[in-house]
């Protein structure tokens, strides 16, 4: 007697309601295995394109998502709350598409190496991993779904996408985009549910590529470990921003108010935590003050205002958990500060806070929220040393004389760092003029996604070896 495994609805919260308004089945494991077996078969005939033709399909999968952009952008709005990151969500796939291609075309090529030996001829080539497996978070759900995917693809690489099950509203319309494509349709695939399906596709898939929370990457790293397939992580942030003696105050406030609150704070680079030079510190903190008071929630709908509301309840509460252990322990709240709550959603407004120090969980754990905590510092040596007392080190900004700036940014365990501005990073996905970047510490672990050699963490690297000579080998037994 086969025993059916009873398929569990998963029901989703709107963030703007708090109501439940979507429900999904979830793909099942067995479902799954079979989506896996399909699309490496797949792989095989996708790789055998030439990557021009691998191209014009892209190509034509953005034309039909454009087409169905109204859908689209409806689905990520309700996944999120927010109108505008929905806009540029769906913009980057076209964005990436074009610039990851342009990447490929020189990146992919396979090159001839001299080797010391005259009569010995290298060449490097590569092999894709088959079957790419992405996890990805709620946070810019679309987005970074399809981050690594789209180079992946253009590598010769099928990728089966598990999102999180908090956002799953958009993958219905982008799947039906897909569907219009069927030789992309066949090595693009996405999966729904919660975290054991996430489990699940790393035991199917060939690579990981995980974005996500530092206590997933660890579960997700280690279950690859253990099959031996690499993964490449980008986690949690606690980003910290540096205001030099010499920096200019109007500016440095601009760049922070939107780095630490764009998405409502809900990114991994978003500034978490501001140390300024003594100097400066009361002058920033009121003018900081004015223009995060200045940001208005986006009610009453997702397009009016610039702060929406926080997409995953439980993070309401991370946040309130912060805040009181601040003002507990003497912190002074300028702005914001609570968690509200407006027709059933959750909302945090824009939130400057000062006398914070390394005792609170505000200068230590990842927020996730509008929060811009500062502290002032009196020596650069005190500022290198509080930035880097983290247990992340994703990224971070630096403000003041360029010179001086990029002095300090060579001293900080970060890898991606905004020298006069912040978030500068995510803008150059898929461009090959921009260095290379990895993350440090708990942040993640792997190769750069940032850089034209970036697409190659999706190929297997070969080296043939080709002996022109007519001679014997000097190193051959004498046979
Ligand atoms: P989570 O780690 O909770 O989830 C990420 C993904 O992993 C989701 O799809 C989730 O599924 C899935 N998952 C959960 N458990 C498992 C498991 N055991 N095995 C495999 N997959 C699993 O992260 P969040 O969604 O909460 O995202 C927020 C976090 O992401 C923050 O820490 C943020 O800093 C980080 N992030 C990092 C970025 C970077 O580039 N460094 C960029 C953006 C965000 P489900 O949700 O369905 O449970």
Redesign the pocket.
Known sequence: MTVQTPVTT?EVRNPRTGAVDYRFQPTTPAELEQIAIAARAAQVDWLALELEARIAILARWVEKVDAAAPQIIAAVTADTGRHAESLREIGNIGKWITRWSDVARTALAVEPIATGNPDIQSIADYSPYPVLGV??????PLS?SL?DAIPALLAGCAVII???????RFVEPLAATIAEVPELAQVLHYV???????????DQADMIC????????R??AS?AAARFIPCF?????KDPAVILEGADIERATSAIVTGATLATG????SIERIYVHRSLHDAFVARLTEKASALKLALPGPRDGQIGPLT?AP?AEILARHLADARQKGAKIHCGGEIETHDGGLWCAPTVLSGVDHTMAIMTE?S?GPLMPIMAFDTVDEAVRLANDSPYG?SGAVFGPEAEAVAVAQRLDLGGISINDAGLAPFFIGDACVAEKT?FKA??LGGS?LGRDSIKRFLRKKALLVNRSTQKSPWWFDA
Not at 210 to 217: D, I, K, L, P, V
């Open positions: 998963i996890i990805s978070p709620w946070n810019f970074l981050m598990k999102p999180s099950e908090v956002t799953p729904r549910g919660a975290g054991e399906l996430g489990a699940a596709l790393v995980f974005t996500g929370s530092t206590a997933t990457g579960k997700v279950r992580t980008e986690l949690g942030g809900q990114q991994c680079y995953f993070q990842e996730f994703l993350a942040s993640g996604r």
